[in-house]
């Protein structure tokens, strides 16, 4: 079955530290694979995306996330954490076509002190 | 750029009431996803459609029909509410011929009293 598992609930960093939020999925196929920010209240916004080629994708607001096939992982990094980037953070894996689904982690709360 | 359209932004009903709750999608495309995101939850996927035609189900209860209309519009219709379904419903858009990316609304905030 599809799954996709954030280890960690909670996160708290100083500002200016780096972060890694972890993500492993299960999935049959080839995943497409995704990671979403949501501020309180807000929608989804996608932080970036990998589909194939190049296992280090670039995202916005500095993120960037490593493909792992042989450990099924996708975890999202950022070398200096901001205050702005206190959020819920989510990953998420689509199936090989376009039109397939999302399965959504249980997201990761990232709390940021100055 | 035009993005997800979602009405109404806040709804606020009494238990057994119906709701509907309505998307539009990104111009040109294809195909739209409902999600459920009940307090501290994750996204749960409900219902999809592509060109009109239910393409996929997931967790959606009995009570809640959905249907993509000729302008691609969506409605979910929602009745005999009940106080868990309370939740953040989003709406999410994409296009079979350009990328495989979900754009998602900004949701509708339901609450059921």
């Known amino acids: 079955a599809q799954s996709v598992t954030q280890p960690d609930i909670h996160i708290t960093v100083s500002e200016g530290a780096s972060l890694e939020l972890r993500c492993n999925y299960s999935y049959g196929a080839t995943p497409y694979l995704f990671w979403y920010v949501q501020s309180p209240g807000q929608g989804l916004q996608l932080l970036l995306k990998?589909?194939?080629?190049?296992?280090l994708v670039q995202g916005i607001k500095g993120f960037e996330a490593e493909f792992k096939r042989s450990q099924s992982s996708f975890n999202l990094r950022k070398p200096s954490v901001h205050w702005s980037d206190a959020a819920e953070y989510f990953c998420a894996v689509g199936g090989s076509y376009n039109t397939d689904k999302l399965i959504f982690g249980t997201g990761t709360r990232l709390q940021v002190f100055p | 750029a035009a993005g997800v359209i979602q009405s109404p932004r806040h709804l606020i009903k009494e238990k057994r009431e119906t709701a509907t709750l309505k998307c539009y999608p990104i111009?040109?495309?294809?195909?739209v996803y409902w999600y459920q995101q009940g307090p501290g939850q994750d996204p749960q996927f409900l219902i999809s459609f592509y060109e009109k035609m239910q393409s996929d189900k997931g967790s959606i209860p009995d009570r809640f029909s959905a249907q993509q209309f000729s302008d691609y519009h969506s409605e979910l219709n929602m009745s005999s509410l009940e106080l868990g379904d309370s939740a953040l419903y989003f709406c999410?858009?994409?296009?079979?011929?350009?990328?495989?990316?979900?754009?998602f609304g900004p949701g509708t905030r339901l609450t059921v009293l």
């Open positions: 111009p040109r495309h294809d195909t």
């Open positions: 990998y589909f194939s080629g190049d296992t």
């Open positions: 999410a858009s994409s296009s079979r011929l350009t990328s495989n990316e979900q754009f």
